[in-house]
């Protein structure tokens, strides 16, 4: 199951959260970018990966895009400590919903 791929996303922001908002984000991105990757790689070996679901995540592409977009002008604008406690709260719901999905 894919359902832990992206579990250690919670983790690393806590251990990142009070670093610089460009350095945040690009570490992040890197993180999540390894980690997606290998875990895409891992599915396929194990044949587990479908063209249904690469047709799925193709369609997030644009809101990535979008995201990578909208984050350079405005990561400077952000206080260094509502970008602290974004990561805190946002950290917080993914590992909820990553202990709720193990759960069902």
């Known amino acids: 199951s894919w359902a832990g791929a992206g579990s250690a996303g919670p983790p ?6 009070r670093e610089q908002g460009s350095r945040l984000r690009a570490t992040l ?9 290998s875990s895409l790689v891992a599915l396929a070996v194990g044949g587990q990966l479908s063209e249904r679901q690469l047709g799925y995540g193709a369609g997030w592409i644009p809101f990535v895009a979008v995201g ?12 260094a400590q509502l970008l602290r ?20």
């Open 29 to 37: 991105a890197a993180f999540f970018l390894i980690g997606a990757t």
């Open 12 to 17: 690393a922001a806590i251990v990142l959260q």
């Open 85 to 104: 406690s974004s990561v805190l709260v946002l950290s917080a719901v993914s590992a909820v919903a990553v202990l709720l999905r193990s759960l069902l």
């Open 68 to 79: 990578f977009g909208l984050a350079i002008p405005l990561q400077n604008r952000l206080p």
